[in-house]
DNA sequence: CCAAAAGTGTTGACCGTACACCCATGA
DNA sequence: TCATGGGTGTACGGTCAACACTTTTGG
């Protein structure tokens, strides 16, 4: 049986994280200054190579986990890269994931050791390789993703506000909704829900925190969803 | 430089074709019986290895233009496979690719040379590894494509009628439309232009013939599309 | 002349959009 | 007390969904 397979070609495969996160009321990415070889001194996307006995989600895990400390991380496989010249040092197919994090719950040492850092999706540098399509590719698909999945969630704490979420959504479709509106469609949506605590110090009157409602949303999710706004 | 490489591990590639073609108003999958080893005899999505200085679309187009003899088909990256047993025989890491065919405008003698067959969606066969894992996720992505992008005339010849356009998102969506509100919505999209034309034959009075018209449907697609119906 | 399939029109319900008013509170 | 941000309500217009009538023509 093996003979089958003895003349093909094998492949570096490598994976390349596109971190999204959101703080200050900006859409972030986090990208890593290189302090190694290939591209040292330059900016990129944090990679890593799949290994034996790894499924693909299982490299992008150990590679997040290496960078932020955080397990249970929202991910998904975006695309795979194969340009035989996207990487001059070797050929490497790789493939993209891209992830949503809760920017205060996790390890700001992992980060600096790695030379990460928080940058605005409206100020990305150049990076090395491939990984700018990567990031374009990225946002595309969270745009889009947000607007038929509850994912953006995923970018906020626990506990948040109505004008928190919209300013997300805000950030991740570049556009702006009439905040009426905005919490008129959400409210109507059903799933997420009302706590008793109020936003203390931003707005002089405060605004209600709010919590998702994972259970509820499953419940209406398989009708679908548009938050076409 | 290429000593970061040196230690990581190579893999093979595959690529994998989900082909779907329309025929007398069925979805429909073209599926190989395998005359070759591993797995034998079983039924399989048609694959291929990617080769060195290849990209896996180039791969895609090379395994599909085997099989089918056309090269301009649409085709489209669906996700990468990477279950370390999936392919017992090896690890082989498979990224799936999706393609959409005119059933009649192709070799038929290339087809029956791999011992291909059009197999309904309905009555899909039990495939091997993954394949039907494979299948599923392209279905779900054309389900999901259809509502938002125009691919569906992919599947169709040039000359195409209403009532036929009609069958096929049904076939697609796996649920039925009034005639009436179908025919007003997609005329309202103002992408496909009534010939001279009727088809004869099929009904007594003779529908229309229409064409897809790509240049009017890209002034419009940047608003967006949603065939929510 | 009738049955079968195709073309076109009408209506009510719902949803997206635009916009206005009131409330709570820290400074 | 007033400026700022937050919560709620209304009214218009467009689109979706349900439904009916007319047209064409092969048998």
């Not at 890269?81 to 891209?98: H, M, T």
């Not at 948040?160 to 009439?178: N, V």
Request: charged residues 30%; glycine residues 6%.
């Amino acid at each position: 049986m093996v003979a089958y397979y003895r003349k093909k070609d094998r492949f570096f495969i490598a994976v390349d994280c596109i971190i999204f996160g959101f703080e200050e009321g900006e859409l972030k990415l986090l990208l890593i200054k290189r302090n190694f070889d290939p591209a040292k001194g330059k900016w990129s996307l944090m990679g890593g190579f799949l290994s034996e006995n790894e499924t693909l989600d299982l490299a992008a895990k150990r590679i997040l986990d290496n960078l932020t400390g955080l397990s249970k991380i929202y991910m998904e496989q975006l695309f795979g890269f194969s340009q035989p010249d996207r990487d001059p040092g070797e050929r490497v197919i790789s493939v993209a994931y891209y992830a949503l994090i809760r920017i205060n719950e996790f390890d700001n040492k992992l980060i600096e050791q790695h030379g990460a850092e928080w940058i605005s999706v409206k100020e990305i540098p150049e990076l090395i390789f491939d990984h700018n399509q990567m990031v374009q590719n990225a946002i595309n698909k969270l745009q889009w993703n947000t607007r038929y999945k509850p994912i953006g969630f995923e970018l906020l704490p626990e506990k948040f506000t109505i004008p928190e979420l919209q300013a997300l959504y805000e950030a991740i479709q570049q556009k702006s909704y009439d905040r009426r509106n905005f919490s008129k469609k959400i409210l109507s949506m059903g799933f997420i829900n009302r706590l008793e605590e109020k936003q203390k110090g931003f707005s002089k009157k405060g605004a209600y925190f709010y919590k998702f409602d994972k259970q509820k949303y499953d419940e209406l999710s398989e009708k679908g969803f548009d938050f076409k706004l």
